[in-house]
């Protein structure tokens, strides 16, 4: 994927650059709003990760509004020192397609990065999804791996949707935690890592080869073929 | 001192004083031209109809009838009522009580008020003079110092009055300002005291329930909130240096070591592991700080919403119960149906996930943790999450709330001591309180939210 970083503090943007380019994209960086927003308008990007708080006091909610205004429709990811709720729903309303807060973790950061730009190739109108020969249809709520019925609470079922639709990327647990349960806190127990065990219990028997994957330092990945 | 011009006592009373004369003033120059303009024409009118009536005794009867008139009456009324003189022409005095016709009165007939020669003084006297036919005179008047000492009297009463008023009005100037300056100056030296660090005074309260005694309870629930802000700060400075001390400690130490010995790149990164493990663990503070922060602030409750607390509830119950069936722990949820209170969803789930992931952390393996939502008797929504584990010791409760508390009981834990503050910074923002209590064994934590009072409270 080709992806813009926007961040003026040098240590923080070649962690970022340095990490996604390490994970096979193409990175170009501004490190000023009007920098960032020139390149942003000239050249087509699959995400843009935008800073807040740019020099000369220029929040970057600012720049994704006049790019929105353009018709930019680039999946934005917002990093922020502001926490509070408040301006995290600004931020989501300014443009912003995620809301990411610093100090954050490079996995959390890499995993939000390539769901967004999975966001802007797929589509949401799926009728049927497919990971190996697990298979869920959307539509009669119906999950099969091979000829086995499985059968999921509803939580359950939110859970593997979101796990299949994004298949072969890594999804941290507040990924998780903010798509499948609506929750921006953290747990202080791990609830969700027995919430993903439950599910496995569920659709890997013991003859059946492993469908989800635990990523050190990040999260889940569900994939086809087991590449551990 | 203060300036007395500075005194808005000192104003108020002439302020006071000005309106009072203006008061008086509004009443009394009305009264004072009714006087001088109705009873002065009067005056006039009635010696008018006097020298009218005389005129025509005059026509009827003659010289003669008059003059016997004229000396009739003046024997019989009181001295000095009514001046009254009938000449000749050549103004020799026929009948009447003056012996000359007096100097000094303008020839034309008519009303005059003159300064008049009368028996031999100067006189104020008003006077109508009718010249009657034969060349006769005849003069009819009424000596306007009889009326002097009225009119003094209401000068006198006049004077009186400014006189009192104005010193009534000092007088109170100087008692008011005297009162409320004791008292200001009570309440500076009181803030002044404050203002030198020392938060326990408060002002003094006479309970007369008067303006500066509400003001005054007033600013001492300012102060009460204020001091126990600045305690609660205080603590935490306290608290954050020792919790953030132990992580930092670790990771500095890790670092160093890292730095000196130079191990292997496989135990050089599993040491990195760990240092970042540590700055996570004082990341997650600071974020508990933070949502601590945003709750204090009350800044929330514009996102306030109708919420079901016991469907926000059993959400959080249905996503802990994985994790409590992994310890073995028998995990029940009831509730009386729809709770409603205007709140904010989230919020209330972090609350109610964290007191269940307190007693998750607490209990033993196969304890019991039950979570009930209720209605009070008196409306108010109750979501109570009760287990049976070690509980709170009774002289900890009233600190367990209180950020970075850690009691005996839960140290070894993982946790970093924030979870019950925030638990109660949420129930606080929604108007309510958050209760401790036994369980016996073990701890019952219940939040009471009151249906409706969630913006009243600080």
């Known amino acids: ?228 | 001192m203060i300036r007395l011009n500075r005194s808005s006592a000192v104003t108020w009373a002439v302020g006071y004083v000005l309106l009072g004369l203006a008061a008086l003033a509004a009443f009394a120059v009305p009264l004072w031209y009714a006087w001088n303009v109705t009873i002065f024409s009067g005056r006039q009118e009635i010696l008018r109809d006097d020298a009218q009536r005389l005129t025509e005794l005059f026509n009827r009867y003659g010289e003669g009838g008059l003059t016997a008139y004229i000396n009739a009456r003046v024997g019989m009324q009181i001295a000095g009522e009514r001046t009254l003189l009938l000449t000749d022409s050549a103004y020799r005095p026929l009948a009447g009580n003056l012996k000359v016709w007096p100097r000094d009165i303008p020839d034309k007939p008519g009303t005059q008020a003159v300064m008049a020669d009368l028996a031999g003084q100067p006189t104020h006297t008003l006077l109508v003079r009718t010249t009657l036919p034969g060349g006769y005179h005849l003069l009819v008047g009424r000596d306007l110092a009889l009326f002097l000492p009225l009119e003094r009297r209401f000068t006198f009463g006049l004077i009186a009055a400014v006189t009192f008023l104005f010193l009534v009005g000092v007088a109170g100037a100087i008692l008011i300002r005297r009162e409320l300056l004791a008292r200001v100056q009570g309440i500076r030296q009181t803030v002044s005291a404050i203002m030198q660090g020392d938060l326990r005074h408060r002002l003094p309260i006479r309970r007369t329930n008067d303006e500066l005694d509400t003001l005054s309870q007033t600013i001492n629930g300012m102060l009460d909130h204020i001091e126990h802000l600045i305690s609660g700060i205080s603590n935490v400075s306290n608290s954050i240096a020792h919790d953030l001390r132990t992580p930092l400690a670790e990771l500095r130490s890790r670092l160093e070591e890292l730095a000196l010995t130079r191990p292997a790149p496989a135990e050089t990164f599993a040491e990195v592991d760990a240092a970042v493990a540590d700055v996570d663990r004082v990341i997650r503070i600071f974020n508990a700080l933070l949502r601590l922060a945003e709750l204090d602030t009350g800044a929330r409750r514009s996102g306030f919403v109708p919420v079901d607390a016991a469907a926000v509830t059993a959400e959080v119950v249905e996503f802990y119960e994985p994790a409590a069936e992994l310890k073995g722990v028998a995990f029940s949820f009831a509730s009386d149906g729809v709770a409603a209170v205007a709140g904010d969803p989230v919020l209330l789930a972090q609350a109610v996930s964290n007191l269940i992931d307190n007693s998750l952390k607490c209990v033993a393996v196969h304890g019991a943790i039950s979570v009930h939502v209720g209605r009070r008797a008196d409306g108010a929504v109750e979501i109570a999450v009760a287990d049976d584990g070690p509980g709170i010791a009774d002289a900890d409760k009233p600190k367990a709330a209180e950020r970075f508390f850690r009691g005996d009981l839960s140290r070894g834990t993982p946790g970093v001591g924030l979870g019950l503050s925030i638990v109660d910074a949420v129930a606080k923002l929604h108007g309510g309180v958050l209760q401790l209590l036994d369980n016996n064994p073990g701890l019952r934590a219940q939040m009471v939210l009151p249906v409706t009072s969630a913006r009243t409270n600080r």
């Open chain 1, 1 to 228: 994927m080709k992806i813009l970083v926007v961040e003026d503090n040098a240590r923080v943007a070649r962690f970022v650059t340095q990490g996604l380019r390490e994970a096979g994209h193409t990175v170009d960086h501004a490190d000023n709003g009007r920098d960032g927003m020139f390149t942003a308008a000239s050249e087509p990007y699959d995400v843009i990760v935008m800073d807040r708080m740019l020099p000369g006091n220029i929040d970057g909610l600012a720049i994704i509004e006049a790019l929105r205004k353009a018709g930019n429709r680039t999946p934005i990811l917002i990093l922020s020192a502001l926490d509070a709720v408040d301006e995290r729903i600004r931020g989501l309303k300014s443009g912003g397609d995620d809301y990411l807060t610093k100090p954050f973790a490079f996995g959390e950061l890499l995993a939000r990065v390539d769901a967004l730009g999975r966001r802007s190739s797929g589509g949401d109108t799926d009728r049927a999804l497919q990971v190996g020969d697990l298979r869920m249809d959307l539509l009669s709520r119906r999950v099969t791996r091979g000829a086995r019925l499985i059968t999921l609470q509803p939580r359950e079922f939110k859970l593997l949707e979101y796990l299949m639709r994004h298949a072969n990327q890594v999804v941290t647990r507040t990924m998780l935690l903010e798509a499948v349960w609506d929750y921006n806190f953290d747990p202080q127990t791990n609830v969700v890592d027995v919430h993903i065990s439950k599910l496995r219990q569920k659709i890997e028997l013991d003859s059946e080869r492993p469908l989800v994957r635990t990523v050190r330092n990040a999260g889940y990945m569900m994939c086809e073929h087991d590449q551990a």
